[in-house]
């Protein structure tokens, strides 16, 4: 059974200060892709990433940055210089390739940015 | 282009009602999905279609079933709600595996059972 695990329940930050949000996730499969989604206040999910387990660079979109580790079966995530606009809950997700892309997500880690 | 849209927003059921949730996607994606999304948890699979006139059971189907007609639409009933079934509910389509594609989400259903 695969499971996502976010350990930070909640994190508070003042602005501009950078903040990591881990991820911790269990596949007993190879094949197998991450996600981060982000859900603001207003209550939307709003995708922002999608890895592969095949792809370990790390990414940087703006001030958003991501470390993939198989090593450490971990997809941590990364605010630079974090905003009040930053403020909201995370989610981790893994979908495996053989479970109809079935997606399991981990309960969240929601981030207050105060200014 | 609309995307993916849920229908209601917002419902009030007494214990033992019934309702349907509907979800809807102009995307022309084979895969549809309805989440559950309970406060503090993330979201858990309730059913999912892999095409039209397909549906499977996620990680907590009980009380509910769906059905997938027209390839666009997706419903999600409740024969009779109890208080558990508070919680907000999330449509989800794909163009294909969600592992390989990204899913849209609808901009979700609160829905309080009293």
């Known amino acids: 059974a695969q499971k996502v695990t976010q350990a930070q329940t909640e994190i508070s930050v003042v602005e501009k200060e950078d903040v990591t949000l881990d991820c911790v996730y269990e596949t007993r499969d190879t094949t197998y892709y991450l996600f981060w989604y982000k859900q603001p206040p207003s209550g939307e999910l709003v995708f922002l990433i999608r890895?592969?387990?095949?792809?370990?660079q790390n990414e940087i979109s703006g001030r958003y940055s991501w470390n993939f580790q198989k090593s450490t079966s971990s997809f941590n995530f990364t605010i630079t210089a974090s905003q009040v606009v930053d403020s909201a809950v995370y989610f981790c997700?893994?979908?495996?390739?053989?479970?109809?892309?079935?997606?399991?997500f981990g309960d969240g880690t929601t981030l207050t940015v105060k200014p | 282009n609309a995307g993916v849209t849920q229908t209601p927003k917002f419902r009030v059921l007494k214990t033992g009602q019934s309702m349907t949730l509907l979800c809807a996607q102009d995307m022309n994606h084979e895969y549809m999905y309805w989440y559950r999304q309970d406060p503090g948890m993330g979201l858990r699979l309730i059913h999912y279609?892999?095409?039209?006139?397909?549906?499977a059971k996620g990680e907590v189907p009980d009380g509910y079933n769906v059905s997938r007609l027209k390839k666009q639409n997706f419903l999600l009933g409740l024969e009779s709600a109890a208080p558990s079934q508070t919680s907000v509910y999330f449509c989800a389509s794909s163009p294909g595996l969600a592992g390989t594609d990204t899913q849209y989400f609808g901009p979700g259903t609160r829905l309080t059972v009293l």
């Open positions: 279609s892999v095409g039209e006139g397909t549906t």
């Open positions: 997700a893994l979908s495996l390739n053989t479970n109809a892309g079935k997606s399991t």
């Open positions: 890895r592969n387990s095949f792809d370990e």
